[in-house]
């Protein structure tokens, strides 16, 4: 792995946990930004994850890297769930936005990321192959 490769993903990963972190912060200072913050966590926690996989990779068989990061992606699309579960009950959760755009984002990152998190897992990044085996 290069020099900035490594230096990237550290990066990624301690500002991850930093959102993390804040978002802990968050829950505990204002109570009432819980679900947002327990969403932010989920996404967040789910960007280091990536991170650490993706610098863990040369360590690993192919198979094991793409199992962890199914697992990872699987998170990351409960993260986009649950952000659209908070925009769903409180359409003033997220200013910049409409509701309507942001449950939308969420249900299509819930879908990408966590049927492809399953998938991942399921096939260990092998291909799909449908019709006749071989």
Do not use: C, K
């Not at 996989?53 to 769930?81: C, K």
């Not at 936005?97 to 819930?110: C, E, N, R, S």
């Amino acid at each position: 792995m290069a020099v900035m490769e490594r230096r990237t993903t550290g990066m990624v990963i301690i500002g991850g946990l930093i959102f993390v972190v804040l978002a802990g912060f968050l829950a505990v200072v204002q109570p009432d930004a819980r679900p947002l913050a327990l969403s932010a966590a989920l996404f967040f926690g789910a960007v280091a994850a990536i991170a650490a996989v993706e610098r863990g990779r040369h360590r690993i068989s192919p198979t094991t890297n793409a199992r962890l990061m199914g697992a990872a992606s699987v998170l990351f699309g409960v993260g986009f769930g649950a952000m659209g579960v908070v925009a769903w009950r409180d359409p003033y959760a997220f200013d910049r936005a409409p509701q309507a755009v942001i449950v939308a984002v969420a249900v299509l990152g819930l879908v990408f990321f966590g049927v492809g998190g399953v998938l991942l897992i399921v096939t260990g990044g092998r291909p799909l192959r449908w019709g006749r085996r071989r």
